[in-house]
C-alpha cells in the first residue's frame, strides 16, 4: 500500500514537505509521482522520478517543487516551496510496484493529503 503524508494549512508563500512510502510485501518500486486534484478539477501530474532519477515536473510548479526519492525505503518525497492559494488540492501518489520479479508492474495510489494554501 501508499501512505502519504505532510499535507495541511500554510499560508501563501510558505512550503509543505509530502512523503509517500509504499510498504508490504514489496519487490521493487519503478516509477513514482505525485499528483493533485482541486475542487472541481481533473487530476493532474505535479511531477514524476524514475527509479534512476529522472524527474518531469508539470510547467506550473517548475521551480518551486523538488520531487525526489529513497529506493532503499521505497519513499518518495515532494519539497513544496512557494505556494500558492491555487497549489491548494488534494495531492495523491502513485507508484508502479512489482510484487514479485515477475509479478507487475501494478499501478498503486495513495488515499491523498490535502494541501490548504491560504491568501
Known amino acids: 500500500q501508499l501512505q502519504a503524508f505532510g499535507g495541511g494549512l500554510v499560508q501563501a508563500g510558505g512550503c509543505l514537505r509530502l512523503?509517500?512510502?509504499?510498504?508490504?510485501?514489496?519487490?521493487?518500486?519503478?516509477?513514482m509521482g505525485w499528483y493533485r486534484q482541486a475542487p472541481g478539477k481533473q487530476r493532474e501530474l505535479v511531477a514524476d522520478?524514475?527509479?534512476?532519477?529522472?524527474?518531469n515536473y508539470a510547467d506550473s510548479v517548475k521551480g518551486r517543487f523538488t520531487i525526489s526519492r529513497d529506493n532503499a525505503k521505497n519513499t518518495m518525497y515532494l519539497q513544496m516551496n512557494s505556494l500558492k492559494p491555487n497549489d491548494t488540492a488534494v495531492y495523491y501518489c502513485n507508484a508502479e510496484v512489482f510484487l514479485t520479479l515477475r509479478s507487475g508492474p501494478y499501478d498503486y495510489w495513495g488515499h491523498g493529503t490535502l494541501v490548504t494554501v491560504s491568501s
Open positions: 522520478i524514475t527509479r534512476g532519477g529522472r524527474i
Open positions: 512523503s509517500c512510502a509504499a510498504s508490504g510485501s514489496i519487490f521493487s518500486v519503478n516509477g
